[in-house]
Nanobody
């Protein structure tokens, strides 16, 4: 059974940094587009960042551009989300998701067939 497992969440002060990881079991991520989504309490799930299978093309939500960086290490079958200059509004459960396909990485959750269980990120003083 394919599993995506997120890690790296936690409590951080405003202005701080965290690095999230998304690792896959029973699935090689080599030809998959990977995204990060997040969901805050009482809000809909929203797109954060995506990276194509090659690691060349990336896509970011406007709210995180310049602060978050998505990257991948295919040999480790892992995708990362480096989050800097964190704000209280970034507080949410962060999910990684995957779909098999080429082209510019999609930001619609309906495109993604595999999802992790999520990791909590809390930004608070």
């Amino acid at each position: 059974q394919v599993q995506l497992v997120e890690s790296g969440g936690g409590l951080v002060q405003p202005g701080g940094s965290l690095r999230l990881s998304c690792a896959a079991s029973e699935l090689s991520l080599d030809y998959y587009t990977i995204s990060w989504f997040r969901q805050a309490p009482g809000k809909e799930r929203e797109f954060v960042a995506a990276i194509d299978w090659s690691g060349v093309a990336t896509n970011y939500a406007e709210s995180v551009k310049g602060r978050f960086t998505i990257s991948r290490h295919n040999a480790k079958n892992t995708v990362y989300l480096q989050m800097n200059s964190l704000k209280p509004d970034d507080t949410a459960v962060y999910y990684c998701a995957a779909y098999s396909g080429l082209g510019y990485p999609d930001d619609s959750p309906r495109r993604y067939g595999y999802w992790g269980q999520g990791t909590q990120v809390t930004v608070s003083s």
